[in-house]
């Protein structure tokens, strides 16, 4: 798909994912989807990425309830309703910025922060987030193919296997072989996204942020499934309509997470 396509994709995804893993008092509350600027909303440092200083776009901030959603080990030490989790986040397409935190039981000692750009055709620039030697020194590199990558028994759907389907709209797909990015005339997108997690609580600090850099991944890759296999279902959206269908999301989500079973899986799955 081409970066343009991924954006209206992306939002789309988004509203249909939190439907899956809202319900049963767990889930995930909007509180705002609006415009920002240089005044409004805005982030804790400048959206600077690229040597591009990104000042206008969407704001939103959500609240996970995640009771269900975190490990054994935690649920042991804190109470249900302070597991919520706050998420900010600044979409100024290619360019987007998502900062979680949990201000009731962590507050400043647990930042997850995911910074993305979406770049047409170009699979393997090394350093577009820009970090210094320390920063690159430190990282970890994960390639995600959304065909080939390693799915639970528990995350798999025929449904949403890139290797099954061909869009009826399109004609894209089935993403065949081992570097089916390489052998195509297709439009191609890259997401790069620089994960970076902090959680400071001793004896504790290097296996929870192991354990969220694992389900960062995890999430990633079963989205980016979903999304593509999708296809029909985003493929010629407007912005307007993915608006329309955001704020129809909310209502839901609202109603969802007060009624029936939660749909998502558990952090002991």
């Given at each position: ?95 987007c910025r998502t900062v979680l935190k949990n201000k009731d039981f962590m507050k400043e000692n647990f930042t997850l922060k995911i ?36 799915v639970s028994s528990s995350d798999y759907k025929a449904e949403w296997d890139p290797k099954l389907y061909q869009s009826k709209k399109t004609g894209r797909g089935p993403l065949v072989g081992e570097t089916w990015w390489q052998n195509t005339d297709l439009p191609i ?81």
């Open positions: 798909m081409t970066v343009e396509e991924y954006q209206a994709a992306q939002l789309w995804t988004v509203a249909e994912a939190s439907k899956n893993e809202t319900g049963g008092g767990d889930g995930i509350e909007v509180l705002t989807n609006e415009p920002f600027s240089e005044t409004d909303h805005k982030p804790e440092i400048p959206l600077v990425a690229g040597g591009t200083t990104y000042t206008t776009g969407q704001y939103t901030s959500k609240i996970y309830h995640l009771a269900s959603k975190v490990p054994k080990f935690i649920r042991m030490l804190s109470k249900p309703e302070t597991l919520n989790v706050q998420e900010y986040a600044w979409n100024a397409f290619p360019y910074e993305t750009m979406h770049v047409q055709d170009k699979v393997d620039i090394e350093n577009i987030h820009q970090l210094s030697k320390e920063q690159l020194e430190q990282r970890e590199v994960i390639y995600i193919d959304i065909a080939n990558a390693e997108m890259c997401a790069y996204k620089l994960v970076t997690c902090e959680f400071v609580w001793f004896g504790f600090q290097i296996l929870t942020e192991s354990f969220m850099q694992s389900m960062e991944k995890r999430i990633f890759t079963n989205f980016h499934r979903q999304l593509f296999c999708e296809t029909d279902s985003w493929y010629g959206l407007s912005m307007d309509d993915v608006r329309a269908l955001e704020d129809k999301t909310k209502q839901d989500l609202d109603k969802q997470r007060f009624e029936g079973e939660l749909r998502g899986t558990t952090a002991d799955d």
